[in-house]
């Protein structure tokens, strides 16, 4: 299996995939390589997340697929030019719209949910929350905000709004959450998106940067497994943690902003949500005060729009796709790539290639 990376120090999270530390069955190359377009022009099996090298078709005796980086309402643009033979879907409502947006057609689309929910029930709560310095003894209601003002690293910026933290109106909702999490011990976290410029440093509250997650050997999805709720707004996030069915509160001040600036793929995307819509700090502490006394009033199959987004429950996602992908290669009489039953672990066989690409 090779591993195409932009940045060849990133290891990958080996505390959650112990399988990355195998040099001898992950082999890691540039990204951007002539090795690395070599061997994406004859990997007979290819992952990718956030695009590859080309517009174009994948050839018939090649299997492409695109895993992509969850589902949810935000509007991805210029879909068609990831080109791939599958693509994954977490959810009946936006795998309905894999097929035009990517342009595949919809016997294409695998909804068996994303790989990465895996992660929800991989490591105990104890553990996950220890490695952060948290309470394991408290009830841990995570906020995660999308960006507004975004930076890749490599001098690209986005602005699809004013950031959180320079808002009056927000600074006050926050506070109400705080003093609510406080009473209800409850303990308050934020975690940004790795592409934030907002730290969320003045609000007073716990923040947990993706540095940090690194540094404690913790991933995204263990945190989200270890969460009693979380808030969150348009972000991917919240619609792969349905299959906890756990409480999700909506906190989007800058609704009218987000859907000018980078707009969405629904047009009832309010009415939709399973979850409360937080707009004032007596929604903040009805919230906190529900998710701390009695949480099961705010399961997220309990609101209309749960139903319609279909989201795929369960662990197991990485073996279903599998599986899914060899049904689908022998409908389309090719070799399967591997034997049903068997576990991740397994090697591939010795005369497949196998390209995986990953942003770093």
Request: proline fraction near 7%; glycine fraction near 6%.
């Amino acid at each position: 299996m090779y591993w195409l990376l932009t940045d060849m120090r990133y290891r990958g999270p080996q505390h959650a995939a112990q399988e990355l530390s195998d040099v001898t069955r992950v082999v890691r190359v540039r990204k951007g390589s002539l090795r690395s377009y070599l061997l994406s022009l004859t990997a007979e099996t290819t992952f990718f997340t956030h695009g590859l090298f080309t517009a174009v078709d994948p050839p018939d005796n090649r299997l492409v697929v695109n895993v992509w980086h969850g589902d949810g309402p935000k509007l991805a643009k210029d879909t068609h030019l990831f080109r791939s033979t599958v693509v994954v879907a977490g959810s009946a409502l936006w795998g309905g719209q894999r097929s035009r947006r990517f342009d595949v057609p919809a016997e294409c689309v695998a909804l068996v949910g994303n790989p990465r929910i895996d992660q929800f029930s991989a490591t105990p709560r104890t553990e996950v929350l220890s490695h952060l310095d948290l309470d394991p003894g408290r009830r841990t209601l995570l906020w995660l905000p999308t960006f507004r003002q975004g930076s890749a690293g490599d001098g690209r910026t986005w602005h699809d709004a004013d950031s959180l933290s320079s808002r009056t109106a927000v600074a006050e909702l926050v506070e109400a959450l705080s003093r609510a999490a406080e009473e209800h011990h409850v303990q308050l976290v934020v975690k940004p998106h790795p592409l934030d410029a907002d730290t969320y440093a003045g609000f007073g509250i716990t923040v947990l940067p993706h540095a940090r997650l690194a540094q404690a050997g913790v991933t995204l999805y263990q945190l989200l497994g270890a969460a009693d709720a979380i808030i969150s707004d348009v972000s991917s996030v919240w619609v792969d943690f349905l299959t906890l069915d756990r409480p999700v509160g909506f906190y989007i001040p800058d609704f009218a902003e987000l859907q000018a600036a980078r707009g969405f793929n629904l047009d009832d995307v309010q009415s939709l949500l399973p979850g409360p819509l937080i707009e004032t700090p007596a929604d903040a502490l009805r919230f906190v005060r529900t998710v701390a006394t009695e949480p099961s009033q705010l399961r997220p199959s309990q609101f209309p729009g749960f139903a319609r987004i279909g989201a795929v429950k369960g662990p197991g996602a990485a073996d279903r796709l599998l599986d899914w992908l060899d049904d689908f290669q022998r409908a389309r009489q090719r070799d399967p790539l591997f034997t049903r039953g068997a576990s991740l672990a397994r090697p591939l066989d010795s005369h497949r290639t196998a390209v995986r690409d990953a942003p770093s």
